[in-house]
């Protein structure tokens, strides 16, 4: 549906509202609904509900998460993640990493809770970048999650695919102050084995001697989603039978804060209230708040699954990706690009769009962004876009760029779960131009099947999942 039939049909549902309000007659009600549908529905297609195809497909072909591991600013663990979400809790804090006080944004989202020591040996933990020491962490978890039996596996047969939006800030600021101030002779001999983006999916699988398909996805904030949907691709076409996917991004440091911040894509007017500055779809929004974290996915075929009696979390049923082909930051303002991969994921997954139960929403908190993503709801959902939960859960943790994508199908998962819906906090004064059911403030109990999680990057890069709970 174009814009501008989109923009009537708000108006048309508007005048709706205000007959009735106005307490006019009832046959007066009737006829104008009557007139008013017939005008806005005449050339709209009606699309009938379809029983999702994925249960005619063969077992071998079917893509379910068995496990999955989770650090994030809530803390260590899946636990926390999903007690902080459901409490609708704010995890945003000021920056403790370094001294934040001369940039206009001084907050994050910072994992202050992770101790690589105990994941891993410290030697090698010094050796890595925290985004790599977050991952193994995560991949360490998700294989226990899933109650993976590595040591009598086929370690060639289980591959790594694990995202970043960047390569490793920490790593980057620490060698060129050094260039500055000692000279390039005393960078240190692991700043490369450290700062390469693929090294998050190589330690994983160095860590844990997985020897098989093992690469990375570097897409900006579409990174996490498309490593999980790539990664149940590379299952499908025999390249692996089990995956790890997910992603890993540590970028609070002075360096990325400061490029962020002349940017302007930041939030810098609650720094005296960190728990109140990121607020998705909120009239005062005014830029995301960065976050820290990893969140890896054990994902294998449902035969193998069946066959070791391993807890199914839910069935991964679509995946689509497109390009805004628009500009390098800023996204296409009709969200075009992001609804061709919402409509792609939906196709992959044969179902109909009121066949969604939820959707976990990319919305950032910054102006641009949170009105394109609701007209690219509007878009593919038509007016069932006025009815379909959605929520932000970057409203409680930040926005953690390459891992964002991954964390957010962990929380998709999860509210398919526990059938309920995390809110979207700090939604206090509605926008006109974001005017759809964003569960604001308060978790929602729901009946909950199916779901889409939405992750759109910097490039115009666009990635959405689809999965499915399994009864």
């Not at 509900?49 to 989770?70: E, L």
């Not at 999980?228 to 076409?237: F, H, K, M, P, S």
């Not at 490029?259 to 007017?269: G, K, N, P, Q």
Request: with cysteine; proline share 7%; charged share 20%.
């Amino acid at each position: 549906m174009t814009p501008r039939a989109l923009d009537r049909r708000a108006a048309l549902r508007a005048e709706l509202l205000g007959l009735v309000r106005e307490h006019v007659p009832d046959e007066a009600i009737e006829a104008q609904i009557e007139a008013l549908l017939a005008e806005v529905l005449a050339d709209e297609p009606v699309v009938e509900p379809q029983t999702v195809a994925n249960d005619q497909q063969p077992p071998d072909q079917r893509i379910v998460v068995t496990g999955m591991g989770i650090i994030s600013p809530f803390g260590v663990g899946v636990e926390p993640f999903w007690a902080g979400l459901a409490a609708g809790r704010s995890a945003i804090g000021r920056i403790t990493f370094f001294d934040p006080s001369g940039y206009p944004c001084q907050l994050a989202g910072q994992a202050n809770d992770f101790q690589p020591q105990a994941f891993m040996d410290a030697k090698e933990a010094r050796r890595m970048s925290r985004a790599s020491q977050m991952a193994v962490a995560a991949a360490r978890m998700a294989v226990e999650h899933a109650r993976l039996p590595l040591e009598r596996m086929a370690r060639d047969e289980i591959g790594v695919l694990i995202a970043s939006g960047t390569t490793s800030m920490p790593d980057v600021e620490q060698a060129v102050a050094t260039l500055v101030q000692r000279g390039g002779m005393k960078i240190s001999p692991f700043f490369i084995p450290a700062a390469l983006p693929n090294m998050p999916s190589s330690q994983v699988a160095i860590q844990l001697g997985l020897r098989g398909y093992t690469t990375s996805i570097c897409t900006a904030c579409a990174a996490g989603a498309q490593a999980i949907g790539e990664a149940a691709e590379v299952i499908r076409r025999g390249d692996a039978e089990v995956m790890l996917a997910g992603g890993a991004e540590a970028p609070i440091t002075a360096l990325s804060l400061g490029a962020f911040c002349v940017l302007r894509a930041l939030s810098t007017r609650s720094n005296e209230m960190p728990e109140r500055a990121s607020r998705p779809f909120d009239a005062l929004r005014d830029g995301f708040v960065p976050g820290e974290g990893a969140a890896v996915l054990v994902l294998e075929r449902l035969s193998s699954a069946q066959r070791r009696g391993a807890p199914i979390l839910a069935e991964l049923i679509g995946y689509g990706v497109s390009a805004d082909a628009y500009h390098v930051t800023a996204p296409d303002p009709d969200g075009e690009g992001a609804a061709l991969a919402m409509r792609r994921a939906l196709q992959h997954a044969r179902l109909a769009p009121q066949q969604v139960d939820y959707i976990n929403a990319h919305a950032t908190s910054t102006p641009a962004g949170d009105i394109a993503e609701t007209r690219a709801i509007k878009h593919v959902f038509g007016e069932y876009a006025y009815s379909v939960p959605i929520s932000s859960i970057k409203s409680m943790i930040g926005h953690l760029t390459g891992a964002a994508g991954a964390v957010e199908a962990a929380a998709t998962i999860l509210a398919l779960h526990h059938g309920l819906i995390p809110p979207t906090i700090n939604l206090e004064h509605p926008d006109p131009e974001c005017d759809l059911d964003y569960v604001p403030n308060v978790a929602r109990p729901a009946a909950l099947q199916v779901a889409i999680s939405n992750s759109f990057g910097f490039g115009g890069v666009n990635a959405v999942l689809a999965f499915r709970k399994l009864l």
